[in-house]
């Protein structure tokens, strides 16, 4: 019962609260009362989205939910409606969703089957039922998503390819380096390199879990990746470590995007759960100069390591406001 919280919907002014928890999509305010009380030990509160406009809202917004309780009440063609939404929504099922039926369960099966929901739950299931069921069904889905992450990362290793974060592994950003300073060799241009690195991060993974810090990792990444160029590079070297190939880009300009960062990637808080939390970053830029991209990378790790605060932020420092979005830079002089 512990691993259970309650989203809570009421109406389209209400859809912009970032909570934690289960949402109970039904027309029927019995339903409600039958989960309320099923989770009463728990002190939370359980209310719905009445129909499928809400529970569309409330199920594809960036949200947290342990699960989703869907009632075959709302309409044959409003759950076909949802159940599409959820298969075209871009980021795959981040919950389980579980069918409230009435005792004819077995026209619902073919979507347990197709696996489009993870659970048909018969109306009149005993209280005392719903909580267990509900934690089994979490469970189930966790494992299963293990199990799809541990099928793509071992895709994505053999394709240079981070498996958390979608990026270059240190190898690809390598090659790719390479290759940038081949043409600088050539042409004579500039490039930058920057390598930064999230501080404390080893802690945070204590503190939060390991599911919960690739999912800020994926968040620094996404803000990054709207501040670059499309023809940037971004690669990761470590468990909270990347590095940016710049081609064009002085260290002056470097030096401008570390502050962007600061300003746009590291100030705003961070989302882990239902908390918001802030990250600091430590960062080191080097000029190429047409030199191996392994000197310059050097070059830009020893920078990073000059930029180390004397004392490594806590979590409970990190995520204060006093530390928040902190950015410390410092250029490689060559």
Known sequence: MQDLEVFIMHGESHSDIVVSGILVATPSAELIKVVQESLVGSGLAVRG??????????????????????????????????????????????????????????S??????????????PRTMQTC????????????????QECEQLRQRALMTDSGTDPVTGLCTREGFLSMLFRETDRVQRMKTSLSIMM?????????????????????????????????RTYDGIGRMGRSAFALCLPGCATVDAAALAERMRAEVFSPPFLAGSSAIHLTARCGIAASHGRSPLVVLRDAGEALASAAPRDRFTPERCGSSPFSGQFVYIEAMR
Do not use: H, N
């Open 49 to 106: 989205a009445a129909g499928e406009e809400e529970a569309a809202t409330a199920m594809l917004a960036p949200l947290s939910l342990s699960a989703a309780l869907l009632d075959v009440e709302l309409g044959k063609t409003a759950l076909e409606g949802l159940l599409a939404a959820m298969r075209t929504g871009g980021e795959g099922r981040r919950f389980p969703i579980v069918l409230v039926c009435d005792e004819d369960l077995l």
């Open 108 to 121: 619902w099966r073919d979507y347990l089957y197709q696996g489009v929901i993870d659970d048909l739950v």
């Open 129 to 144: 039922q719903w909580g267990v069921r509900l934690e089994v069904v979490q469970r189930s889905f966790r494992r299963l």
């Open 196 to 228: 930064f690195e999230i501080d404390a991060f080893a802690a945070w993974q204590q503190r939060l879990g390991t599911w919960a810090c690739e999912g800020l990792l994926k968040q620094v990444v996404s803000r990054l990746q709207r501040l670059l």
